[in-house]
């Protein structure tokens, strides 16, 4: 299927553009789908059960070199991004020197996989892609390209769709159909390398948002990291009254293998 043409005021992908089933937020399907792609065993996602335990937050492999936040839509979230967004310009970035690598979305119900995507994509965890593999293929192809060129290299990549398909089916519950209405969403903080600095990657954007620098020593599920990404986003949505957020959180890390 050849790709429409991207659509750039509105976020959300239009309905006449392709759909996936919606990933299970599921630790293990996500694994299996980057492992399907060409990631090394030794990296794998885990479930973060607290951000405020240390003792539960032990419970993760590190250094962790992604997280992913996995949230329903909220007017107060849809507002601080239409403020922040505002004024700015779509990201036109490209090439071996962009600090992060960043993809715009546009396949319906597709979060879950440009979030894994943005996670596999930056920083030493690209160490770990199988250099023959299909997804090294991909990051290759993409790396020289603009974010719309990205989106359509993506959009009719067969070897996306049938990793896709195949996770989809692996859930622990029954898949929702490709055109189901999901409110689901999922934004991914890396750490850029040697840069160090805290990166939100999420496709409904203008581009990726840097967040703020981190020490040497401080990996994405550090204090440092926590507190200008993920609570700096809980804190906003408890200020607005919006009450207690349903959210999760999913690391990369090593694998417990």
Known sequence: MDPPEQVQNDPDVPTHMK???????????MTHLVQQLGLAPAVAFHDVYSISDPDLLAFVPRPAYALLLVFPISSTYEKFRRREDEGKLEYEGSGVGEEVMW????????????????????????????????????????????????ADLLYTSQALDSAHQSAAAKGDSAAPSAEAAVDLHYVCFVKSSPQNNLW?????RKGPLNRGKLGDDEDVLSE????????????????A?????RFSLVALAPSLE
């Open 241 to 245: 009254g919006g009450g207690e957020l």
């Open 224 to 239: 440092r990291a926590l507190d200008i990404g993920v609570r700096s986003f809980l804190k906003r949505e408890e200020e």
């Open 103 to 150: 993809f715009k979305q546009t396949i319906r119900n597709a979060c879950g996989l440009i979030g894994l995507l943005h996670g596999v994509s930056n920083g030493p965890v690209k160490e770990f892609i199988d250099p023959k593999s299909d997804l090294s293929e991909l990051l290759s192809s993409a790396t020289p390209l603009k974010p719309s060129a990205r």
């Open 19 to 29: 759909a996936f089933v919606p990933l299970e937020n599921n630790p293990e399907v």
């Open 200 to 204: 939100e990657l999420d496709g409904r």
